[in-house]
Structures are given as C-alpha cells and as structure tokens.
C-alpha cells in the first residue's frame, strides 16, 4: 500500500525536476531565435495572432470542458463569456493597430540642438515570461500572450498546477501553432514555477496572490528582470444613500457570483449606508436566488477549484462566527465543491476574512454613516485592485475617483472595466504593479527607445573644447533669459 501511494509521488518529484531541468535550455533556444529575428514585421505579428484565434475558437469547446473537468463544475458560459470571448476580442483589437502602435514617434528637438531629428523606437524586449493562476487559466494564459506576440517577443508561460486539464491542453494546442521557440508551456508543481520566476526573462508577467507576487519579485529582482504584478486585493464596493437598492444589489451580485467570486476583481466587501443594511440583504438574497434558484446539480453555479481552497474558505466562515460575525447563507446547504452565496455581518478587522482576500462566495457587509466614513474604511487599508461605487449622484462619482486610490474603477457596475481593451489594466500598491492590455500591453512588452539623429552637418561643434568667453555668451543667449 506504501509503494502504491509513493510511486506516483515518485514519478511527479522525477516529472518536477525534468522541468526544472529543461527551462534554462529553453530559454536559451528562445533567446537565440529572438536574437535571429529581433525586429518581426507587423504581418509576421498578425500572422501569429490570427493563428492563436483562429485556435481559440476552433477548440473553445474542449478548453471549456477542461476548465470544468479541473473545477469539478465551471459554468460553460461563465468560461465562454469571461475567458474565450475577451480573448478573441483582445486579439481583434491588437491586429488592428499593430502597425500604429509600431510606427516610431516623432518628438521634438530643441533649438540648441538643430539640425537633429529624433524619435521614440519601440523594440521588443526578447523572452517574456507569464506565470498564470488557476482562477481564469484560459483568459490570463491568453491575455498576456497576446501583448507579448503584438510586441514582437517570445513567450514562455508557466500553468497553474491547480488545473492540470486545462494546463494540459493549452500545452499540446499552442505546440499545434508555435514552434517551442516561439511560444512555449511549462507545466509542474510549486517548485517549477519558483525556478521559473528566477529566470533571467526581459520581462515577467505574474497574476496571482500578493504573498506570491512578493517571492516572484525577490526572484526577479537578483536578475534586474522588471516585473508586471496584477496581484488582487480586497476590491470594495460602495453602496450610496439614496441608488436604487435593486440596480445595485443586481450588478453587485453579478461581481460577486462569476466564477463563484474565485476572481481578483470581485467585490470582496460592500459598504452600505447603516440604515439600508437590511434592504441590501434582501436585495442580495433576491437576486443570487433569482440567477441561480438552487445549487443542486446546476451547471451555471461554478464550484470551487479544489479542496484547499474549499477549506480555506469555510475556515473563514468559522473563523467570524466563533468571533461574532452573523452568517447568512443564501441556500440551505452546499453541493460537492458548489460554496453557498453567504453575506456575513456583524464583522470585526480580527477575522481571517476581514484580514485576507476572500476569492471565492463570501460577502462581508459593511454599514456607514457617511461618505467620508466609507472612504476612511477604504483608504486605512492596502490599496485594492478594483472599487466599485453605485449611485447616480455625477459629484459623488467624483468625489469617489478623487479620494480614493485602486487599480481600477466602476461606476454602476462590476468588473467590466477588465474587458475593455482600449484601457490599461492593472494594480496599485499592495495589489501590483505595472499594466498590460491593449496598448498598454504592447508598451509594457516593449522598449520605448529613444533615437537622436544627425547627418553630416553638425552645430554642436561650436560647443565642443576648448571653452571661452564665447561658449558662456551662447549659454546665456540660449538658456538664460
């Protein structure tokens, strides 16, 4: 019996340390075909961009059937609205302007400096590698690939071990389209991905858990490797005194639901004006019971990824009620690995939940007096990676973008704002660094170069040594006025 349970540990510690083994090497072939080809051509670009779409769309069926086979149950339509469809739409948007976002940028030249021209190069970095989490496998996969290949880079693209399926078949479908030199994955434990994060990458892309994202900046930082950190955080949600209770309630609900709230931008908190806490609950409850009118077998209610997390997550829900938190689960029991909706009231800053991002169908409810207050609440804590505010008031809004500091911002609605292409996607503080998507995802994974050009006449001659009278009389003629 021993030797039965030791054998596969055996084969996956061997499996484990043969990746290990192979990243250097692999690095090495992307660096050299980078370095025979460092400047691709827009259609080459588009050429590879099209293809992976033209993948994705092929095979959407089978990579949301391995989503669900490693959640035990994800929604095939939450896979297809928030994985497949902004990844299709984002290679859209990048074949499109790939030529613009390529075309160097002609800056200015000062007098002193004439005749000269100079302009801003955009070059790709090289090799980038992306380390992907396991809540959207697909779309964090795909999303900073598609930056990198528009850029003109390499990619090298650590899988989560939390989804193996998945992980799996992104593998064998991208080795259908791109040689290994190209666009490689990586599979392996915990391990591998920490041999990974110290490789010597022009650039690293991680998405995950701010603890982690602290090891993978140490690990980047003994390369000077500069890193993109979308890292999470506790995104809050603001609840008005006077929106109507139902639009709220309803788009708060829709952030909190997708995935089973297993997402780095779902509301972890909501603030609600003391007097309308039981109005929210009500409206809460509603609307959760309305999208998903029982838990038992039903394909649209995603469960959570595995075990440990599972775990996690009811250690949570012990944790505040041994300490006084209130709990209100919306359904009178969970199904396998489906974690009933449940808002939790009566709160305190000691329990695990008000202390750790929550990620998963947990919903603290928070009562305020006053604005002022609920910003206070936000602005004594990390800085999140989403807030969310619901009122129809324009100064209040304002105020709202004012005032506080996150990552990103929606007004009247929910994560949204992550599916936008023409805008820059990424955190602050304590939930990360850096931005990708669209455009901003093309500059991160290039280098702005600066280039000054002369022909063969040149001014500057007059500047040059030996130094007199004459050379300070032109200084101030120019500069000093």
Request: with cysteine; hydrophobic share 40%.
């Amino acid at each position: 019996m021993v030797a039965d349970i030791a054998a596969p540990l055996l084969d996956r510690l061997q499996q484990n340390q043969q990746h290990i083994l192979g990243l250097e090497p692999l690095l090495a072939t992307q660096r050299a075909a980078f370095r025979s080809n460092p400047m691709p051509a827009a259609e080459q670009r588009i050429a590879w961009l099209k293809a992976l779409r033209e993948l994705i769309l092929s095979e959407k069926q089978t990579l949301v059937a391995a989503v669900s086979s490693d959640f035990s149950n994800r929604s095939a339509d939450e896979t297809l609205l928030a994985e497949i469809m902004p990844s299709l739409h984002g290679i859209d948007y990048a074949t499109k302007r790939i030529k613009k976002w390529m075309k160097p940028s002609r800056r200015s030249v000062g007098a002193a400096f004439q005749p000269a021209s100079a302009r801003v190069v955009y070059q790709p970095l090289g090799v980038v590698g992306i380390i992907v989490p396991w809540n959207y496998p697909l779309y964090l996969a795909f999303g900073p690939l598609i930056g990198a290949l528009a850029a003109g880079n390499r990619a090298m693209i650590k899988m989560s071990e939390s989804t193996p399926a998945t992980s799996q078949r992104v593998k064998d479908l991208l080795a259908r389209i791109f040689p290994e030199d190209l666009v490689s994955v990586v599979l392996g434990e915990a391990d591998v991905g920490q041999a990974f994060s110290r490789l010597p990458f022009d650039h690293l892309l991680f998405t995950g858990a701010t603890s982690i994202g602290r090891h993978v900046m140490r690990a980047a930082a003994d390369n000077l490797t500069p890193v993109t950190l979308e890292l999470g955080g506790k995104s809050p949600a603001i609840v008005s005194a006077d929106v109507p209770m139902g639009d709220a309630a309803e788009r708060i609900a829709f952030g909190k639901t997708m995935n089973a709230g297993q997402t780095c931008v779902a509301p972890d908190y909501v603030l609600v004006p003391a007097a309308r806490v039981d109005e929210f609950v009500e409206a809460y409850r509603s609307t959760v019971q309305r999208f998903y009118p029982s838990l038992t077998d039903n394909p649209d209610y995603t469960a959570i990824v595995n075990e440990r997390q599972l775990n996690r997550l009811q250690g949570y829900l012990d944790d505040a009620q041994s300490k006084g938190a209130t709990l209100l689960p919306l359904y009178p029991q969970n199904q396998d690995r489906r974690l009933a909706q449940t808002l939790v009231l009566n709160t305190s800053d000691d329990m695990k939940l008000m202390q750790e991002e929550i990620f998963g169908p947990l919903l603290p409810v928070i009562p305020y007096q006053r604005l002022e207050d609920a910003f206070t609440y936000i602005n004594d804590r990390p800085r999140p990676l989403a807030l969310y505010y619901f009122g129809y008031d324009k100064a209040e809004q304002q105020r709202v973008l004012h005032e506080t500091h996150s990552g990103g911002v929606c007004i009247n609605d929910t994560l949204l704002h992550v599916a936008q292409d023409d805008m820059p996607f990424g955190g602050v503080g304590p939930s990360g660094m850096g931005h990708y998507h669209g455009h901003e995802g093309f500059l991160t994974f290039s280098k702005a170069k600066g280039v000054f050009i002369k022909q063969r006449f040149n001014a500057a001659k007059f500047i040059y040594p030996p130094y007199g009278t004459g050379i300070q009389k032109l200084i101030h003629k120019l500069f000093i006025r």
